[in-house]
């Protein structure tokens, strides 16, 4: 059967009005290690010809390193500090190994017996060797934080290792083992302990071992590292200085090695994306939840047309289903969990397990959950232990914590005695001020009570939120999202100890750790919906193609840009998506599909143009084809 394209506009006139209307978020929590082409000597120095292809990032005291969990603070004496922290980190891996290279600008560099008063590194690594989820972590401080020793320290003392590789008390002569497993080489530029002469900073090689802790990045399809890292920094304390003395931290995405606070670094290593391979492979969002033009009656009934729409993002959350978690997207098998508390001071046999589907989609600043509730025995219960509902917890866009990471909030409800949607915390907040509204419907045959005293049928709730109250622009600026669901089951029976609470969540479990769901926003297909996109006009479409077997988009582009392309059926469901990686300025042609046999019909596509050095988007072209067989 022959094949022909016809491409009917080109230039984004028309298809502008129906494709998503902004640009991917970059990924600020993800990071790729290259694999090296040769062995690394960890002396200290970074002189290996790999590192200088390595992948980079800079942290900054005061500085957000990356939406949405970094964050920095001072501890002791000036804020801001004379002197901020500014390092660049640089990951590789070789072998099962991973290698991470520190450069720290650093005029003050030292240690001492009190902590939070030293310079230095405190890690966490998640431990997939660990049973069950999710994954706890292990922690990896290397640090000039020295308490075996009294203050002053020794003029020229290094760094020593605390954590998951090192034996208790700190300076403990460290088994062949332990160092297998983690080791490190620092070289001072300058002079540890003494301020006598500025110093000009520190760097740092260092290898962790992920074998033991259930990596393999040797495998074909990559690996993700789970990893968090914050910089100490004390400067004017040897001696002490009341001009310059200040104590502080800054961290990515996690600030602690032992605790999963706020987020985490995903460091992806793949055997094909070597120091020599060019262009790194874009990170993709965990999800995509879809814009659909539907507004649904918010009266708990999940019955309208939309909540059965195959563009849904639909997710189920179950008890003790270890098999279902593993079909979470993203670090989400790793991350997900499920937790009993004690009630009634025990721990009784969970004889109706929990067990929901959620929904998601948006249609322009509004985002809509629904919830489906398999659920026999529905009860309202004060104990937030013992609630039937859930809490969905989300970033605000633009509300900082104490800590200067987004903050998150925490839009929980419980089925209430009446049979409604009881708002809770940050949720009821919202309901109040009218930007958000939530309803329940108890199914036929599901009644409200305290005891148990007989079998429901389950229910169901849908929940609209304003996502401009949160501080996304109307448009939704970059569209990312940071969410994750907990749902609470409750059961009670006439014997009290029967009784029971459960929490289940998918991805993250509360609102402050880690790891919530990137998610994507997509505009998707509106008719009449978007308007022109802002980034036209950047780059320019060369003439239309001619039918063809093998179609061509060609456009030319005032400078080395990442190129991606997309495209779409008219419906707005995401067809296929192709990162073309760097093209250089000029005039290029790309071939319209990557795939052999698509259905015929009328395709949308949109190239887009990102600025290599900063990752912000330039520009886009798009237009409509045609496709016959």
Same mark, same amino acid.
């Given at each position: 059967?022959?094949?022909?394209?016809?491409?009917?506009?080109? @230039?984004?006139?028309?298809?502008?009005?129906?494709?998503?209307?902004?640009?991917?978020?970059?990924?600020?929590?993800?990071?790729?290690?290259?694999?090296?082409?040769?062995?690394?000597?960890?002396?200290?120095?970074?002189?290996?010809?790999?590192?200088?292809?390595?992948?980079?990032?800079?942290?900054?005291?005061?500085?957000?390193?990356?939406? !949405?969990?970094?964050?920095?603070?001072?501890?002791?004496?000036?804020?801001?500090?004379?002197?901020?922290?500014?390092?660049?980190?640089?990951?590789?891996?070789?072998?099962?190994?991973?290698?991470?290279?520190?450069?720290?600008?650093?005029?003050? =560099?030292? @240690?001492?017996?009190?902590?939070? &008063?030293?310079?230095?590194?405190?890690?966490?690594?998640?431990?997939?060797?660990?049973?069950?989820?999710?994954?706890?972590?292990?922690?990896?401080?290397?640090?000039?934080?020295?308490?075996?020793?009294?203050?002053?320290?020794?003029?020229?003392?290094?760094?020593?290792?605390?954590?998951?590789?090192?034996?208790?008390?700190?300076?403990?002569?460290?088994?062949?083992?332990?160092?297998?497993?983690?080791?490190?080489?620092?070289?001072?530029?300058?002079?540890?302990?003494?301020?006598?002469?500025?110093?000009?900073?520190?760097?740092?090689?260092?290898?962790?071992?992920? %074998?033991? *802790?259930?990596?393999?990045?040797?495998?074909?399809?990559?690996?993700?590292?789970?990893?968090?890292?914050?910089?100490?920094?004390?400067?004017?304390?040897?001696?002490?200085? !009341?001009?310059?003395?200040?104590?502080?931290?800054?961290?990515?995405?996690?600030?602690?090695?032992?605790?999963?606070?706020?987020?985490?670094?995903?460091?992806?290593?793949?055997?094909?994306?070597?120091?020599?391979?060019?262009?790194?492979?874009?990170?993709?969002?965990?999800? =995509?939840?879809?814009?659909?033009?539907?507004?649904? %009656?918010?009266?708990?009934?999940?019955?309208?047309?939309?909540?059965?729409?195959?563009?849904?993002?639909?997710?189920? *959350?179950?008890?003790?289903?270890?098999?279902?978690?593993?079909?979470?997207?993203?670090?989400?098998?790793?991350?997900?969990?499920?937790?009993?508390?004690?009630?009634?001071?025990?721990?009784?046999?969970? *004889?109706? !397990?929990?067990?929901?589907?959620?929904?998601?989609?948006?249609?322009?600043?509004?985002?809509?959950?629904?919830?489906?509730?398999?659920?026999?025995?529905?009860?309202?219960?004060?104990?937030?232990?013992?609630?039937?509902?859930?809490?969905?917890?989300?970033?605000?866009?633009?509300?900082? @914590?104490?800590?200067?990471?987004?903050?998150?909030?925490?839009?929980?409800?419980?089925?209430?005695?009446?049979?409604?949607?009881?708002?809770?915390?940050?949720?009821?907040?919202?309901? %109040?001020?009218?930007?958000?509204?939530?309803? +329940?419907?108890?199914?036929?045959?599901?009644?409200?009570?305290?005891?148990?005293?007989?079998?429901?049928?389950?229910?169901?709730?849908?929940?609209?939120?304003?996502?401009?109250? *949160?501080?996304?622009?109307?448009?939704?600026?970059?569209?990312?999202?940071?969410?994750?669901?907990?749902?609470?089951?409750?059961?009670?029976?006439?014997?009290?100890?029967?009784?029971?609470?459960?929490?289940?969540?998918?991805?993250?479990?509360?609102?402050?750790?880690?790891?919530?769901?990137?998610?994507?926003?997509?505009?998707?297909?509106?008719?009449?919906?978007?308007?022109?996109?802002?980034?036209?006009?950047?780059?320019?479409?060369?003439?239309?193609?001619?039918?063809?077997? &093998?179609?061509?988009?060609?456009?030319?582009?005032?400078?080395?840009?990442?190129?991606?392309?997309?495209?779409?059926?008219?419906?707005? &469901?995401?067809?296929?998506? &192709?990162?073309?990686?760097?093209?250089?300025?000029?005039?290029?042609?790309?071939?319209?599909?990557?795939?052999?046999?698509?259905?015929?019909?009328?395709?949308?596509?949109?190239?887009?143009?990102?600025? !290599? +050095? %900063?990752?912000?988007?330039?520009?886009?072209?798009?237009?409509?084809?045609?496709?016959?067989?």
């Amino acid at each position: 059967m022959k094949k022909w394209i016809t491409t009917l506009l080109v @230039g984004g006139v028309i298809a502008a009005a129906v494709l998503p209307a902004f640009a991917q978020a970059p990924r600020e929590d993800a990071i790729w290690a290259r694999t090296a082409q040769a062995d690394i000597t960890l002396d200290g120095v970074l002189n290996e010809a790999d590192w200088a292809q390595a992948e980079s990032w800079v942290i900054e005291y005061g500085v957000d390193a990356g939406i !949405p969990g970094s964050g920095f603070k001072t501890e002791a004496g000036w804020n801001p500090p004379a002197n901020p922290t500014y390092a660049t980190v640089k990951f590789l891996v070789r072998g099962n190994q991973l290698y991470m290279g520190a450069v720290v600008l650093d005029n003050s =560099v030292g @240690g001492s017996a009190s902590f939070n &008063r030293f310079d230095g590194f405190l890690m966490g690594l998640k431990n997939h060797a660990a049973a069950g989820t999710p994954k706890g972590v292990l922690e990896y401080l290397y640090s000039w934080w020295h308490d075996e020793n009294l203050d002053p320290q020794p003029v020229g003392q290094m760094p020593g290792f605390i954590g998951a590789w090192a034996e208790l008390p700190h300076g403990s002569p460290r088994t062949p083992a332990q160092i297998d497993a983690w080791d490190a080489v620092t070289t001072v530029q300058g002079t540890s302990n003494s301020d006598t002469v500025a110093d000009t900073g520190y760097t740092t090689e260092m290898r962790f071992n992920l %074998t033991p *802790i259930g990596y393999d990045v040797t495998d074909a399809n990559g690996d993700v590292v789970e990893f968090n890292m914050s910089i100490y920094d004390c400067d004017g304390f040897w001696p002490i200085s !009341p001009v310059t003395f200040s104590a502080n931290r800054v961290w990515w995405q996690g600030p602690w090695g032992n605790d999963t606070w706020y987020n985490e670094v995903r460091i992806h290593a793949r055997p094909d994306v070597t120091t020599a391979s060019g262009p790194v492979p874009a990170i993709a969002p965990d999800l =995509v939840i879809q814009a659909i033009d539907a507004v649904p %009656t918010l009266d708990g009934s999940l019955n309208e047309a939309v909540w059965t729409s195959p563009d849904i993002y639909a997710f189920d *959350i179950r008890w003790d289903d270890a098999a279902l978690r593993e079909t979470y997207p993203g670090v989400g098998p790793f991350r997900a969990g499920q937790f009993q508390p004690s009630v009634n001071g025990g721990q009784a046999f969970i *004889i109706d !397990p929990a067990d929901a589907t959620v929904k998601m989609y948006h249609r322009g600043s509004k985002l809509y959950l629904g919830f489906d509730v398999r659920d026999a025995v529905v009860q309202y219960h004060a104990d937030v232990n013992r609630w039937d509902g859930a809490i969905v917890t989300i970033n605000d866009r633009v509300l900082r @914590g104490a800590d200067q990471t987004l903050l998150g909030l925490r839009l929980a409800f419980q089925v209430a005695q009446d049979g409604t949607a009881s708002a809770q915390d940050d949720l009821l907040s919202m309901v %109040t001020a009218g930007t958000a509204q939530i309803a +329940a419907h108890m199914n036929a045959g599901t009644t409200v009570d305290t005891l148990g005293l007989q079998m429901d049928n389950g229910y169901s709730v849908e929940l609209e939120i304003d996502l401009t109250a *949160i501080g996304y622009p109307a448009n939704l600026g970059d569209g990312a999202l940071f969410i994750g669901v907990n749902l609470f089951d409750g059961d009670s029976f006439q014997t009290a100890t029967d009784s029971y609470g459960t929490r289940t969540w998918w991805q993250r479990e509360w609102q402050g750790t880690c790891c919530p769901a990137i998610a994507q926003l997509e505009a998707g297909y509106i008719a009449g919906v978007g308007g022109p996109s802002p980034f036209e006009g950047y780059a320019q479409a060369l003439g239309s193609l001619n039918p063809s077997p &093998r179609p061509q988009v060609a456009f030319a582009m005032p400078d080395r840009n990442l190129v991606t392309i997309e495209v779409y059926d008219v419906r707005g &469901r995401l067809v296929e998506r &192709r990162e073309l990686g760097n093209l250089e300025q000029g005039e290029a042609n790309v071939p319209l599909f990557a795939k052999e046999d698509p259905a015929a019909g009328v395709y949308l596509y949109r190239v887009q143009f990102v600025d !290599p +050095a %900063t990752g912000h988007v330039r520009g886009s072209l798009t237009g409509k084809t045609m496709l016959m067989k």
